[in-house]
């Protein structure tokens, strides 16, 4: 079936390299290769037209991609450059008349490039984990939830299972980062998956905050055996509106992964999973996957620029649902 | 292009080297509801005015434009109280029919009923073109609005599920509903609908009407699909009913009408027929047979008569001896005089078999059909048909699904397990690979997300939302944290829902994200407003902090009455940090200071003076605010008239001078933002203060 009906929403500027919609859809960021950020405002709640409400040169290099800190932290985004660098800007004002863009924080790890970066929001704090071209991933916890330029540095680490190995020669290319995405209770988890020349980087693993000993514990690997080495393209974690199990999709060059993962880790603490979909259909790699507000459906693209949808039939067998390829 | 992605980046570039682009050329996110938002990036060349685009997609939800989006919106309004109410009754019957299930079967047959027919009447009105009360005549089929393939779906599901009560008199039932929905057939395949719509278009064109073969072509087919009504009209334009053919023609004349005669006095079994309908009425199988064997004995006694050899008008004899084979239940008239399998079928049930019941029997009459007439892309409607007819719920479902999108699923599942245990278990059985809901949570679900699409119909997807036991709640939440905060309407009606169906933490974390977007906008009223609504005490903390720190430096009066209401919101009740007292001392000790005015005031100043002491004898106030709050006092520290520090008050003011001296020398002391004078200044104030005070007492 191919999806047919659209409509235009909005131009984009010349340049523009990256995208990201806010949590309620009325707000776009829009990055471009030369380094300024434009914001898209929806005009009217209602209707779905949209128009700039500011450009901002953020940086002397281009944005390669932008990202919104959640909504409980304010109007603000995370933009990676070009350079390796990322920084935050937040809309802000001390009255109504002067409020504007404005550079909170601007982070640089020297040579290792900055690859990816996700905002992670437990009922205390707000967690930003970011991912380096050398294979590290970093956390960090804003310690003032008001102002976001207080980021303090709470673990490194390596994307690995074993945590006494360190690959200090790795060279990556590309990292997802998916947090899940419910709030509450839980203790917060995130997958993450490298496409680096370091095969023990690049599974998806799923790492657990360990609020007792204040540690980041890798508590599922999302690869079979014979895969492991495989490169990640991208990651999605689904939202759970009530399964008794988590849904998390993985993509490699063998296609998408979709995997079940259990709630409760065995005796040895790692969750129990299953891989139960391997979906091929794109050409070329799989950028970016996005799951529905349900966690129904996936949408997925990549190199070959077309859209697919996804969907589990009720037997539980995952199939294309739906293609979409833009015709200008 | 300026730039190029370099390897570091997300991008990986492509290991066929022919002109593909080096960024991602698509970026997609998921809007509300079942929408997708795709950024379109045009890279390729910078210099290109064209600077990409974004554009929405929708998942293809089902339906072929039949129904207008608007129109959409007002059938999911439309349908949001049966839907309601049904799920209301259900779960008050459930309640009772622990203590005693049979009595209230009935009445689940009752209710169910309702609900079906408030869906169908806002499906739109039926205006069956078949209509016997037309007084034109030259008119044999009004020309009404489309009926839409939806209604007639929901009129099959009810007709086939729900309508127990009539289910002898199914056949009938199947008749009026072909007769009501017989033309939305024609786009793919003829009908008699369009037979007779052509004919009535010519018709004025046609002198003498017998001698015209396709006259009794229409009438055999109206007949054959039971339209008595137009197939009698139609027969009494016969030529011989003309007053100046009457004397020639009497004995054709009477053979139409013996034809016509019988057609208008056919038995039908059915609970009632409109005025104006032809046929005759019977509810009871016995006395219908009786009538049908009586009424059949005069066709055959007609059909054999002699009076057809002195009926001269060849077309005449055959056209009424067809009628007659119609009537007789014929297989090839039937066959020859309809258009298509459905149309058979009923023809069928009219004329050979107007007993049938149950469904296999059907379903086996309706594949014979289908073998006699095939057609190579059956029609939507006719796919339910079979899926009902068949038995197969899944079917069904499917077609529903695929043909009419998630508002007909979600809203069809309740004809479809009505009395039927097998519907009934493939529905309501929970299943692991869905996350352990059932089929018909699975298809509210979807439906409510299509509403949630749409900023004009997400109001009501709470109510599909609540009737999902499992799921609803966790996507209703989703559902209310995509909403946007700043839109104060909008805002409240999201926190009405969470009360409604007590969301409690949701509409905290709303009111957090509305506070945080106020106090960022620049609008800390509303901001300090929202959180404290949210009972956020770990951001009103670190507002109170931030103003502790603005008071530090020595504040214009202009932004006093700024956030002076900031700390009359800090409600000191709430207070969490000694900060809020500190605060609210402050804000007396200042607005004392304002009223002293020109500085003869003694008992305003005497109340200022009070203020302060108790600011500088409060432990809670902050070491780093004493210099500027002395430095704030100068003027009542120097008062003209009488000096109104005590002998003791200046010496604690002196001490604690003196302590800040010392704390200047630790390394974490806060500078006052004051003028280098201040010290010595409020140091000379308060020794002439102490002189004075001596001599006083």
Redesign the interface.
Known sequence: ?D???????????????????N????R?A?GT??GTLAVFDSTD????SFRCSSRVKVHK??I??VVWVP?????AVAC?F???GFSIW??????????QWKLCEFFNRGSS?V??IQFGVSP?SLKMVSTY?DGYIQVYELS????LKNWQLQAEFQNVIDSISTFRKASC??ASISWNPM??GQELSFIMGF?SDTPQLNSSKVWEFDGAHQRWLPVAELALPEERGDRV?SAAWA???????ELIAVATERGIAIWHIGLNPDLDGRLPMERVALLSGHE??V??M?????G??L???G?D?V?R?WQ?N???VWQG??T?V?T? | MPETAPAGGEVVPMSSGHGQPLAPRLSICWSRGNSLRVSLFSLASFEDEAGGEVVEVKLCDGGDGEISNAQWRTIAYDSVSPFAMLQNRRNSMSSFSNINPSPYHLECWEYMMDYSKDINVLLGNKKSSVDSLIEDPDIFLKKTEEPTCLKAAWELMEMFYVNKLSQAWLPERIVDWLADYDRLFAALHGTVHMKVMNFQNVHNDIEVYEDDLRYWDVIESALAVGWLEIAVKMLRRHGSYQLDQLSNRETENGLVEAVALLISKMPRMRSELEPGRLGECYKAKPDFIKAWDKWRGQITKLDSCAFWIQCHHGQTREGLKKLLQILLGNTNSLLAATTNWLELCVSHLIYIRPFTVGLESMYNLAQNCIQLKPMSSPHKLMNIIIGILGENTEVVLAECSKEFGPWMVAHAIELLTVGSNEAESLLHEERYNLGEISLEELHRLAYAQVLSSHALTWQIAPVYLSSCMKHGMGLLEILLYKQPVQLKELLLKNLEICRLYDLDDCSSNIMKMAGVYHWKHGRKGSGIYWLQQARDEFRLNKIAQQLFASVGKSISDESFKQWEGLIGLLDSESNAAGGFEFLHKYRDFKRSLQQIGDGKNDIAAQKAIDSLMLLMRNTSTPQRFWLPLLNDSLKLLNWQHRPLLSVSNTNLLLNKLQELSSARLHPGFVKPDLPAEALNSVRLALATNLGRAILEE
């Open positions: 079936m999806c047919k009906t659209y409509k235009s929403v909005l131009k984009l500027d010349k340049g523009t390299a990256c995208t990201a919609w949590y309620c859809g009325q776009l829009a290769v030369d709640h209602a209707s779905s290099a281009g390669l991609k909504p409980e932290y304010g109007d990676i070009y350079d390796g937040e809309e802000a004002g001390e009255d109504s008349h002067s409020v490039k690859l990816d205390t071209s003032n939830p008001l102002e290319l590309s709030r509450g496409n393209y939202p759970n509106i009530g399964r008794p199990y070329g790699e950028w970016q996005e799951w529905d507000m349900s129904m459906t949408a997925t693209t190199s620029g859209v949808f589990s009720s037997n539980g649902q739906a979409f833009h200008s």
